[in-house]
């Protein structure tokens, strides 16, 4: 039986990444994704975008999980949204502590994912199902891998019903990170994050930023490849397919695709997969 798959979006600025994501997802909805998350920039400064893309997606008869961020945000302004997606049939949040603009020093009325998961399951109840994120190489922020082992069994607790890792090259990453869990008591599903690999400099950049590790014979090897964008993502594909198999070997519960809202390389990963058929 094939893993159930889901894809991450970010929403599109212009009339032109409307219509690419509008092709992107028609490609990816023919592997019979569980659902689309839509991200939620720094500060909630996507917010109508956000909501335009996730109404979109749910009006095509797909689930549609909008990301919700706390960093920023009032409780007035949560709520109104919460009541927004209720309204129309969302029922499916990713729920994160969020990043703060640049410039800005306040956190609004949430500092920590747990505090807007407990603020969502107040007001909700159960109406809502709520992903939230993990770190299996622990988050850049976070004093120590135990630290953050503790905040995440805090979001669970909380009320999350199944977490999203962040990206990684390390399966063994993953499977310790499970068992640590299951040790605390953690018992949801913590579905793997997976980063095709599009453009070097792209992902050396992102890598820096969230605290996921390239290896250094990932890194080298990348290097290697300079410009040769055809060699590099040849590569690639070897290398997160190879990644993918041994995730669902292991017993990972599904794979969640950080698309940057492209598809070519995801459905060639689910090809070989063979999630496509």
């Not at 949040?93 to 920590?112: H, T």
């Not at 300079?226 to 198999?245: H, K, M, N």
Request: charged fraction near 20%; aromatic fraction near 10%; proline fraction near 5%.
């Amino acid at each position: 039986m094939n893993p159930e798959i889901s894809f991450e979006f970010f929403p599109p600025k212009t009339e032109e990444g409307v219509l690419k994501l509008r092709e992107t997802r028609k490609q990816l909805a023919l592997l019979n994704p569980k659902f689309f998350s839509v991200t939620f920039g720094a500060g909630g400064s996507t917010r109508d975008r956000t909501m335009d893309a996730v109404l979109e997606i749910q009006a095509e008869g797909f689930e549609a999980a909008p990301h919700i961020s706390g960093i920023s945000s009032s409780k007035d302004e949560i709520l109104s949204l919460l009541q927004t997606y209720q309204s129309h049939g969302i029922q499916r949040l990713v729920v994160l502590r969020g990043d703060l603009p640049s410039g800005e020093v306040s956190s609004g009325d949430f500092a920590y994912a747990s505090q807007l998961v407990s603020f969502i399951r107040a007001h909700t109840g159960n109406g809502f199902q709520i992903e939230v994120a993990a770190y299996p190489e622990t988050h850049p922020e976070a004093r120590s891998a135990g630290a953050d082992l503790k905040h995440f069994k805090t979001k669970v607790d909380a009320g999350a019903n199944a977490a999203i890792t962040q990206y990684f090259y390390n399966a063994d990453a993953y499977f310790q990170f499970v068992d640590q869990c299951q040790k605390i008591g953690i018992d949801i599903p913590i579905v793997p994050g997976v980063m095709p690999i599009y453009n070097y400099t792209q992902l050396a950049r992102f890598s820096n930023v969230c605290g996921a590790e390239i290896p250094r014979w990932l890194r080298l090897r990348l290097e290697d490849c300079g410009d040769d964008i055809a060699s590099l993502r040849a590569f690639g594909l070897d290398v997160v397919t190879d990644l993918c198999e041994k995730l669902i070997a292991g017993g990972a519960p599904g794979l969640h695709f950080y698309t940057l809202n492209q598809s070519g390389i995801i459905s060639n990963i689910a090809e070989r997969l063979g999630l496509n058929k």
